[in-house]
């Protein structure tokens, strides 16, 4: 029985409650928290006790900080290399055949983080949950604290690099006609705050916070017409992109996503993510900075 995904990144909350008990659909859960830059660190932390609470009924729980990334990494949160991701995504009955639906609480940049994982590793089959568990709530629907048991599915990574940026190549690439986005507050952006040792951005980064491009109590996203003013008022023309490189980037990879699907909302494009982030080239003296 195949399971038929509407176009696009998002799926919304009557949708994935018409499909709520399909065998093939994985509803994963990926609430997590990021404290402010000005927080002592530790500033990354999952909430499964969160999910123990209450989640939407079929979905298991992946840990952000954890379960999705390189541990051996010195820069945080950084894409986990594929076996363990095969590993990771298949215990908890995610395969190649399946359908994933991701949500969380917070703008949709977990989830975001998420789809861009699989993404990353050649899985087409996934989306967002317009709203996430915000709306889902709001709306009076169900709740469980059962947790779902699937049998181990086969998972199997394709890595698409062209969708993941190194420091190394987005340095190569300052100058030419890249258009590097910064999903960062604007305090972050002008170097007020930092996560890392230096405060700023990248050379040429155009800034749009990624809280800016949802809206309403529900968190979802802006129309095309409104994000594209979002967009214009960063100083990014759509109309006149034409097939520029576009890579976005914000701390870590993760609230570069929710930017990363607007662009896409919009254009139907796909954006890559530096995964490094500020994390990475803010603690380099050797890298270029503006603020």
């Known amino acids: 029985m195949t399971l038929t995904l ?17 065998p093939h659909l994985r509803i994963v859960d990926m609430r997590g928290t990021v404290l402010p830059p000005t927080a002592p660190k530790p500033h990354y932390f999952a909430r499964h006790e969160d999910y123990a609470q209450g989640h939407i009924p079929g979905a298991v729980y992946i840990d952000w900080t954890r379960d999705i990334v390189d541990l051996d990494d010195p820069t ?41 994982v699989l993404r990353y590793y050649g899985f087409e089959n ?23 048991n699937y049998p181990p599915a086969t998972f199997t990574p394709q890595p698409q690099p062209h969708l993941r940026k190194t420091a190394d190549q987005v340095l190569q690439a300052l100058g030419s006609d890249l258009l590097l986005i910064d999903a960062r507050s604007e305090q972050e952006y002008r170097g007020f ?17 990624y809280q ?36 976005a980037y914000c701390n870590g990879g993760v609230s570069a996503t929710p930017t990363a699907i607007a662009f896409e909302l919009i254009s139907g494009r796909r954006v890559a993510i530096y995964d490094g982030s500020w994390n990475e080239w803010g603690n380099d003296p050797d890298k270029p900075l503006e603020q």
Request: a negative charge; hydrophobic letters at 40%; aromatic letters at 8%.
């Open 6 to 22: 509407p176009a696009g990144p998002l799926v919304e909350t009557d949708w994935l409650a018409a499909h709520l008990d399909h």
């Open 76 to 116: 945080p949160v950084q894409v986990a290399p594929p076996e363990k991701i095969a590993q990771e995504l298949g215990k908890r009955g995610i395969g190649d055949d399946s359908v994933v639906v991701a949500y969380d609480d917070w703008y949709s940049m977990f989830a975001g983080r998420l789809m861009w």
């Open 126 to 148: 996934v989306r967002i949950l317009n709203g996430g568990l915000v709306k889902w709530m709001a709306e009076g629907r169900p709740l469980t604290t059962e947790v779902p």
């Open 193 to 209: 705050e930092s996560r890392a040792a230096r405060g700023g951005h990248i050379p040429g980064a155009r800034n749009i916070f």
């Open 212 to 247: 800016s491009l949802v809206s309403g109590p529900h968190q979802t996203y802006l129309s095309p017409d409104q994000l594209r003013e979002r967009f214009r008022a960063a100083g990014i023309d759509l109309d006149t992109i034409g097939d520029r490189e576009v890579v």
